[in-house]
């Protein structure tokens, strides 16, 4: 599991100050980017270095209960499978209550940069994401 922190920001809201229910996929992306620069996998590295991208195919969420500006969030995010070509990391949002408020899925493939075809899961980066099932 990987512990991603933040407060909700005024440009998230809408005129009643709450979390505009679009933004939860912002906030579950910006985990997920924390989450693959702390496994040495952060977007510029994949961008300039690696022969793949990631890019998501779906993505799910659920909006439980409103969200206000200031008000700080704690996403725990967890891997729900490991592919071959793909992973699946579900996010929990909980509010400073700790109160459930949002929950969300993304599914990611791996896609080589030049054919823009799937490629199998590189090892190095199966290893990093397969560690945080543990």
């Avoid at 592919?83 to 509010?95: K, P």
């Amino acid at each position: 599991m990987f512990i991603y922190k933040t407060k909700i920001k005024l440009h998230e809201t809408d005129a009643a100050g709450l979390l505009f229910f679009s933004n939860q996929f912002k906030i579950v992306h910006d985990a997920y980017e924390t989450l693959l620069k702390k496994i040495g996998f952060g977007f510029a590295k994949l961008i300039r270095q690696k022969s793949y991208f990631l890019p998501i195919v779906h993505a799910e969420a659920d909006y439980k209960a409103p969200l206000f500006v200031d008000e700080e969030i704690t996403v725990q995010v967890t891997i729900e499978s490991v592919g071959i070509t793909s992973f699946i990391f579900a996010y929990q949002i909980f509010n400073e209550k700790k109160k459930l408020v949002g929950t969300a899925r993304t599914v990611h493939v791996t896609m080589d940069k030049k054919t823009q075809k799937k490629v199998p899961l590189p090892k190095d980066m199966r290893a990093a994401i397969t560690k945080l099932q543990k």
